[in-house]
């Protein structure tokens, strides 16, 4: 039973449970509980939605799918198109919270630096997997990407970002194995950016974070696009870069499954010279996220050198 266990922090969990539970590690000399950690995250969050939505122009709640059912959140959010030109670089941001939490709506951090810039912002939901089964979730950001790659190549953009968070690192990861899978091209995509994800989710099967989103270890397997870089470097393309980054002060899982992702992509043909780790000094799991409305962020200042702004 995990519930005796306590974990260092203090925190009733196992070992294994604790090295993947974000909210512990952060910031020397926080003083916060993992409670209050999340909280404040979700109240910056909601905060700068609000924020941003009164500030800069917005095209909210656009299908993606063909889905009909009212509950679903397969919808993206768009903003800045109306201040961008039409060959815009479109920054696209797929949020976290371990497949059960979170929403589009709170992945708006990024958007008034860089609308400033001169780029479009897409915020892309997906249903939350105590509802579906992961591998769903993964198909959803993949049609997600297609259609965002369509419709900019359509607009004329110079080129699409793609930056997925925690778990949306992970779902952008399996997505573009999926469509590497399918054979299908994005000529729009030039940067990946995977922040602070896991790519081998077997280890989260029969834990606080695995069980209330029924994860097995058929499904675990057959979402870990580590155990698939040969067909996600199909789905990366010809020209992509793929950067997995992790804040400085991350447990060490978070570090080992990002430079596993690499090394797995880096010997697939092609791909050496486009892949790179990088720590990101300074950060936590929270505050890599939070600190994205300050254009100072390095985090920042590097995605608009990636999108040339
Ligand atoms: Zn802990």
């Known amino acids: 039973m995990t519930e005796q266990q306590l974990c260092k922090h203090g925190e009733s969990c196992s070992e294994l449970e604790c090295v993947y ?4 590690w952060r910031k020397p000399n926080d003083p916060r509980n993992p409670a209050s950690v999340i909280n404040d995250f979700v109240s910056a969050l909601i905060a700068s939605g609000q924020k941003c939505r ?3 122009s917005t095209e909210l709640d ?3 799918s063909d889905q009909t059912n009212s509950d679903s959140q397969q919808f993206i959010d768009f903003y800045g198109l109306d201040e961008a030109p039409v060959d815009a670089p479109v920054f696209v941001f797929i949020h976290g ?3 059960q939490e979170g929403s ?3 992945a708006t951090t990024m958007v008034e630096p860089s609308v400033a810039r001169g780029a479009v912002v897409a915020a892309v939901g ?4 105590t509802n579906v089964d992961i591998g769903e979730l993964v198909k959803q950001v993949a049609s997600a990407i297609k259609y965002l790659d369509r419709r900019f190549e359509a607009r004329g953009t110079r080129g699409m970002l793609v930056l997925g968070h925690s778990a949306g690192a992970h779902l952008i990861a399996a997505a573009l194995a999926l469509i590497g ?3 299908h091209q994005l000529p729009t995509l030039r940067v990946v950016l995977l922040l602070s994800g896991i790519y081998d989710i077997r280890p989260l099967v029969d834990t606080y974070i695995g069980r209330p989103i029924k994860l097995t270890m058929d499904s675990a397997t057959s979402a870990s696009p580590l155990l698939f870089a040969e067909k996600m470097s199909s789905g990366v393309g010809p020209v992509a870069s793929v950067i997995s980054i992790v804040g400085e002060y991350e447990s060490s899982v978070f570090f080992e499954q990002a430079e596993e992702m690499c090394r797995a992509l880096h010997n697939q ?3 050496a010279d486009r892949v790179a780790t990088w720590q990101l000094d300074d950060e936590d799991h929270f505050s890599e996220i939070e600190n994205m409305d300050d254009p100072q962020q390095p985090l920042m200042r590097a995605i608009f050198a990636w999108m040339e702004i």
């Open 104 to 106: 589009r709506k709170l």
């Open 21 to 24: 539970s974000c909210s512990h």
């Open 181 to 183: 899978d399918e054979l």
């Open 269 to 271: 043909s092609g791909m």
């Open 126 to 129: 997906y249903d939350l997997a």
């Open 54 to 56: 009164e500030n800069v």
């Open 62 to 64: 656009v299908p993606y």
């Open 97 to 99: 919270g371990y497949w």
